[in-house]
T-cell receptor
């Protein structure tokens, strides 16, 4: 079992550009959540996808958008990048039943210059 | 407004001794809590959880205690090992259910000295 995999692991973008991050959930998981972890902070919830729809959203601007595909994989898109978007972006997958914990990928380190 | 607070950013303990990591929360609707451990260049990994119907949950060397009236929980690691050196996050899902969005604290960096 490969667990949650994210790509790329590192990325450098210029302010104003757009970026797409990708996530494959753990086998058997149908729910994907995205988190942003700034330096010295805990992960902050961006949004969650289930059945290809955004189910919950945190306090992030519309520049942050996502998608979930029929195979449960997911993308996070960020438009008009700001320097403050530099962070570790974490994908977490889980099963939409019961009280199960989320499994995290290793993250994508995004640097905006 | 930080609903989950880990006020001590770091903790250093001697190998073999007890590590106690504290976490406070402000949202009285939280009724399930998780601890995650994070090594550098890796994602957080689930460690242990506790439901509000309990005041204690044990898993090997790890025990989590919950004091609902004080809105406080703590993670005890006994005995501490050098491999336990990592960042520990306290988190709470809301609405109820571990599949809900997680609210994390800022984390505590634990260093276990050999």
């Amino acid at each position: 079992d490969a667990g949650v995999t994210q790509s790329p692991t590192h990325l450098i973008k210029t302010r104003g550009q757009q970026v797409t991050l990708r996530c494959s959930p753990k086998s058997g998981h149908d729910t994907v959540s995205w988190y942003q972890q700034a330096l010295g902070q805990g992960p902050q919830f961006i949004f969650q996808y289930y059945e290809e729809e955004e189910r919950q959203r945190g306090n992030f601007p519309d520049r942050f958008s996502g998608h979930q595909f029929p195979n449960y994989s997911s993308e996070l898109n960020v438009n008009a990048l700001l320097l403050g978007d530099s962070a570790l972006y974490l994908c977490a997958s889980s099963v939409d039943r019961g009280n199960t914990e989320a499994f995290f990928g290793q993250g994508t380190r995004l640097t905006v210059v | 407004d930080q609903q989950v607070k880990q006020n001590s950013p770091s903790l250093s303990v001697q190998e073999g001794r007890i590590s106690i990591l504290n976490c406070d929360y402000t949202n009285s609707m939280f009724d399930y809590f998780l601890w995650y451990k994070k090594y550098p260049a890796e994602g957080p990994t689930f460690l242990i959880s506790i439901s509000s119907i309990k005041d204690k949950n044990e898993d090997g060397r790890f025990t989590v205690f919950l004091n609902k009236s004080a809105k406080h929980l703590s993670l005890h690691i006994v005995p501490s090992q050098p491999g336990d050196s990592a960042v520990y996050f306290c988190a709470a899902p809301y609405p109820t259910g571990a599949n809900s969005k997680l609210t994390f604290g800022k984390g505590i960096t634990l260093s276990v000295r050999p």
